[in-house]
């Protein structure tokens, strides 16, 4: 897999996962406290580690983009 389809996969999961933290059910399971309001801390958590490792994937797709030229 290249570093760009890698980068795609993790934008993927990203939206995915930011969807499930805007969504409306979600939001009413935490201010309801049906669930552990943990899980809100850790779905904040997965998304900063996400972005993170977007950011270091990135850089490898911009050296790879700038040697192809």
Known sequence: MEAIE???Q???CYVNIQAIAQDE???L???DKRIDPEAAT???DVL???SEVMGC???IVKVKTIQNY
């Open 57 to 59: 994937v990135e850089e």
């Open 29 to 31: 399971l935490i201010a």
């Open 10 to 12: 993790f934008n993927s």
């Open 48 to 50: 900063h580690y996400l």
């Open 25 to 27: 059910n979600w939001l």
């Open 42 to 44: 850790h779905l904040g």
């Open 6 to 8: 890698i980068l795609k």
